[in-house]
């Protein structure tokens, strides 16, 4: 912000900042409270989530000792890491091929994009099970007539599991990563991959070394959007996972039936507690760039939170 | 009659094609005296020691003496893999975390609970297939359906050698036998119960006695305080038993009545679910449709918290635990099913979660507390009205789609 | 959209490139997309299974049954337009006070915006529900002697859950366009004698429209499809499309009717978004505005 029109703000009053700030102030305890209240019972010495009786680390001992807990949150992180991986390098191969195909395949591809970004998360979940169980249902007899035919012993039986969850996820989250890298390269400086070309590299070199360093931000912010977005996933997980392989948000929900013991905020808590370092992290190291480039810090952030839908 | 006769009058009472109350008279079964003799331990009944034989309380017909020391231990089966895991799905409060501990000591199986509010809710995933539980804890009335559709499994008697047929009484443990009469077993009985509703008396002075009145009251003054079962059964049928008609009717009038009636209620009710111990504990809801076990839980921590089996009727169940037909852990299943059998170990959960035991040599076990407890065992008297969920209601379209009517209300 | 670059030539190798780096997304959304979609419309014409499930059959009761759940599809609606607005209301003012009065502490306090995201939304939904019981604010307004108030298993808690979650999803895309702000502007309108509303009337509200416009998106079509809100806050009173849809699949298994209501919530959400986009590019702003 120039001085200048930082003077004319200032010409506004000071009451009237005083309203914005205390506005700001309630809407960040609002925000705070309740995470507050997570953590602060995720030291309970007591066995309710809603009576504080002493102070202690039992739950986190508990938490990190309870197979069921661990291998949901290893579960999630293996959807998450997955989900991310798959929907970032389909979704950028795809827009980077869209910029070249006629504007009626274009536009199939929008639409189907625009869809699949507004389908809600529920209905994708019941139409996916739908599909899956039809699939699976007419799969699984062939590949038993396959292997009794070439007496290949017990046939593989394809069932659900942690793969139905990220193909349904990436289906989201793919949309989400092919929008925004076609943001960013609509707003691409196009002299540059052409300089290339004149330079005589190949497409492969150009694509490596000038398009991709200038898709790097809608990329990632797209692979953050995708892990989060599939890392706390309840409603598609839900439908799709397999047996015996709930995602974290899914034994958490089962928890709440069950009657929520604290662990689940030591859990909670851990996973807010690695977010913050890996936030604070990437805040130094954007900070570090875009003091370079001259940006603000806080613009791949906030566009790739903008999107998580 | 004879046996026959007596088992199409069941299968058509299953089926719904007579009431229960055609069929009591028929056959001559009074469901509370049925349920009482079997199942309520005699007042002189010994509080079994160490060393103490129990005596098998008396049944109908006679009883041989249980063919297992019942004082004795569980130990897990000898040769056989029960790998780590085992997954059951069962209702809110229904067992002892201790009961699954010690389960978990014995064995290295650890048990992952599933928590369900309705038989129809577990149905819906049993039909989809590919759930990967492995024990089910179904109601009586829904075994027509899982044994026809192959969802739970014929049981392998050979692998649950504590079970002993002759400790149940034969009425209760019939349901889980499919085609009825027949011999193929497919559960064994946990425990039976009633579905009645608790009061908070601190809140409310007046006791209620009928479903008419908790009905009326909810929508008066106690409005916003009271809660109902996500159920179909329950809360369809406890409508209807307000109105006048049978728990399980499935006639279009008089289901047309109930839904009138649970429409008109729902805006007063404080929430539909049927995990309602919390609201109840935290005082948020005053009044509740309430499980046997949930009462004996609710008024043992807070006293003022009372159990009514309504006056004009309701219903009377019975769990089961049953192995899921491709249970990916079976030996654990049955290992558990076995561990449960055991009198001790079933007397000893009981104590936990309060619904009454059919186990006979269980129920011998069980402390004088727990066998005096007047919500476990009420006064049969007071049963007599109530009935049985018949088979057709697991499936009916008419109550599923009322139900789910209502709740979009 | 971006209007792509015309490829050089139709020379084939590179049209196999092309076709090769849009096969994997062709077959997601054909497979996952497409085909369930498909199955969704010819399920919803068939019957319900005599114990629950599909029974394959050609009829429209399916469609006509739906007034039944006019009650879940008004309550979405108004809750999403209610909620949307909501988000507008709390949000608009913390986005303006973080692109123009928040100095130096702005990234640190946009981060913050973004924090509660990464903590479990069913944990957080949790602790409202503690927040909201009688344990909560209402014994604490009945310590201080408001009476007793009843605040979970209303819409209004419903409401509370829906603008917690949502709002960072509304500050975002309005702290980003009015960022964007040229000051200048502002300045120059005061050194007219526009007054400070007048102001913000006719420059900083209609240059923010865009941002406004993507963050009612962001926030109106996910409410739409919302049913773990409103079942852990409502209660199973408060009925949303996604309740209803829940329980015609995991409880009263009637596949076709559920997959019917399935079909209009997308229509639905469908119709208000295009109408919702076309108001926005009659006032002029349409290249900025799209769906995200």
């Known amino acids: 912000m120039t001085a200048a029109s930082r003077a004319a703000l200032d010409r506004a009053g000071p009451w009237v900042d005083r309203v914005f700030r205390a506005h700001a102030t309630l809407i960040y305890l609002f925000l705070y409270v309740p995470i507050g209240l997570v953590v602060l019972f995720s030291f309970n010495a007591g066995g309710h989530t809603g009576e504080l009786r002493g102070v202690s680390l039992r739950w986190y001992d508990y938490a990190l000792n309870d197979r069921f807990a661990m291998g949901a949150l290893q579960n999630s992180f293996v959807v998450g890491f997955w989900t991310a991986l798959i929907a970032t390098s389909l979704g950028t191969l795809a827009a980077l091929a869209l910029q070249r195909v006629p504007p009626r395949v274009r536009a199939i591809f929008d639409a189907l994009t625009y869809i699949a970004i507004i389908i809600p998360g529920i209905v994708i979940g019941i139409a996916t099970l739908i599909f899956f169980v039809n699939l699976f249902g007419w799969v699984n007899p062939w590949l038993d007539y396959v292997w009794t035919a070439a007496g290949l012993g017990a046939p593989p039986v394809i069932g659900k599991g942690l793969h139905t969850v990220v193909a349904a996820h990436v289906l989201f989250t793919m949309a989400i990563v092919m929008v925004l890298v076609r943001t960013r390269l609509a707003g691409m400086d196009r002299s540059l991959t052409e300089a290339s070309f004149d330079l005589f590299a190949t497409p492969l070199r150009t694509f490596v070394q000038v398009t991709l360093p200038q898709l790097r931000p809608a990329i990632v912010a797209g692979a953050l959007l995708a892990f989060t977005f599939s890392f706390d996933d309840f409603v598609i997980a839900t439908f799709v996972a397999g047996p015996g392989q709930p995602t974290l948000p899914m034994y958490i929900f089962s928890s709440i039936r069950r009657g929520i013991t604290p662990e689940i905020n030591a859990i909670a808590s851990m996973v807010l507690a690695v977010t913050i370092t890996a936030l604070v992290t990437v805040g130094l190291v954007y900070r570090r760039q875009a003091r370079q480039a001259g940006e603000t810090a806080a613009e791949p952030l906030a566009l790739g939170i903008a999107e998580d839908a | 009659m004879d046996r026959n006769e007596f088992r199409d009058l069941y299968h058509d009472l299953r089926r719904g094609r007579i009431t229960r109350r055609h069929f009591m008279a028929v056959t001559g079964l009074g469901v509370a005296s049925a349920v009482v003799a079997a199942c309520a331990p005699a007042a002189s009944s010994p509080t079994p020691g160490p060393t103490a034989e129990p005596t098998p309380p008396p049944s109908e017909g006679a009883t041989p003496a249980p063919t297992i020391d019942v004082n004795a231990d569980w130990t897990p089966p000898e040769g056989v893999d029960l790998g780590d895991t085992l997954i059951m799905t069962t209702w809110p409060n229904y067992h002892d975390q201790k009961t699954l501990d010690r389960f978990k000591e014995l064995t290295g199986v650890t048990v992952q609970l599933n928590i369900k509010g309705s038989n129809e809710e577990m149905l819906a995933e049993l039909l989809v297939g590919g759930t990967g539980w492995d024990v089910l804890v179904p109601t009586n009335y829904t075994f027509e359906t899982y044994g026809s559709k192959g969802i739970v499994e014929k049981l392998d008697l050979t692998k649950i050698p504590r079970f002993d047929a002759s400790r149940y009484d034969q009425r209760l443990l019939s349901p889980a036998f499919y085609p009825a009469g027949s011999k193929d077993q497919y559960g064994f009985n946990k425990d039976w119960g009633t579905t009645g509703f608790t009061i908070n008396t601190k809140q409310i002075s007046t006791l209620l006695t009928t479903w008419k009145e908790f009905f009326e009251r909810t929508q008066a003054d106690l409005s916003g305080k009271v809660m109902i079962h996500d159920y179909q059964l329950t809360s369809i049928g406890s409508a209807l038993v307000a109105l006048g008609y049978s728990f399980n009717s499935v006639d279009d009038a008089e289901l047309a009545k109930a839904e009138e009636l649970l429409v008109a209620v729902k805006p007063h009710l404080f929430a539909i679910t049927s995990d309602y111990q919390p609201a109840m504990r935290s005082g948020d809801a005053w009044m509740t449709m309430t499980w046997t076990n949930d009462a004996v839980q609710l008024h043992r921590d807070i006293p003022e918290i009372e159990y009514v089996i309504a006056a004009d009727g309701g219903e009377i169940w019975s769990d089961f635990f049953a192995v899921v037909t491709g249970a990916p852990h079976r030996e654990a299943a049955y290992a558990f099913l076995d561990f449960m059998a055991t009198p001790k170990v079933a007397a000893q959960d009981a104590i936990f979660h309060g619904a009454p035991l059919i186990d006979s040599a269980a129920i011998a076990l069980l402390p004088a507390e727990a066998t005096g407890n007047k919500i476990t065992y009420p006064d049969p008297a007071s049963l007599t009205k109530l009935e049985f969920g018949t088979a057709e209601l697991l499936t009916s379209q008419a109550r599923a789609d009322l139900w789910a009517r209502v709740k979009s209300a | ?292």
């Open chain 3, 1 to 292: 959209m971006t209007s792509g670059n015309e490829s050089a030539g139709g020379r084939g190798r590179s049209r196999a490139v092309t076709a090769l780096l849009l096969a994997p997304t062709s077959a997601w959304y054909l497979l996952l997309l497409i085909v369930p979609l498909i199955i969704l419309l010819v399920f919803s014409l068939g019957a319900r299974a005599p114990e629950g499930g599909y029974a394959p059959a050609l009829q429209l009761d399916n469609y006509l049954e739906l007034p039944t759940r006019a009650t879940a599809f008004f309550n979405t609606l108004w809750m999403a337009a209610g909620g949307t607005m909501l988000c507008l209301l709390v949000g608009y003012p913390l986005a303006y006070y973080l692109a123009t009065r928040a100095g130096t502490k702005r990234t640190l306090l946009l981060v913050l915006v973004v924090v509660p995201f990464w903590t479990s939304f069913l944990i957080r939904t949790y602790a409202w529900m503690t927040i909201l019981g009688n344990q909560g604010i209402p014994a604490i307004a009945e310590g201080l002697g408001f009476g007793h108030i009843a605040l979970i298993n209303t819409p209004l808690a419903v409401m509370i859950g829906i603008v917690y979650n949502y709002l960072p999803l509304m500050v975002f895309p309005l702290y980003v366009s009015l960022e964007r702000l040229d000051k200048r502007l502002l300045e120059a309108s005061k050194d007219l004698g526009a007054g400070r509303l007048a102001t913000f009337r006719q420059v900083t509200l209609p240059l923010s429209a865009a941002g406004l416009l993507s963050g009612a998106m962001l926030v109106f079509i996910p409410i739409m499809g919302e049913y773990v809100i409103p079942a852990l806050l409502g209660g199973g009173k408060v009925f949303f499309v996604g309740n209803a849809l829940v329980d015609l699949f995991l409880q009263s298994r009637n596949w076709p009717f559920g997959s019917a209501a399935a079909i209009v919530l997308i229509l639905v959400i469908l119709f208000a978004v295009t109408l919702y986009l076309r108001l926005g590019s009659r006032a002029g702003i349409q290249r900025e505005v799209s769906i995200l």
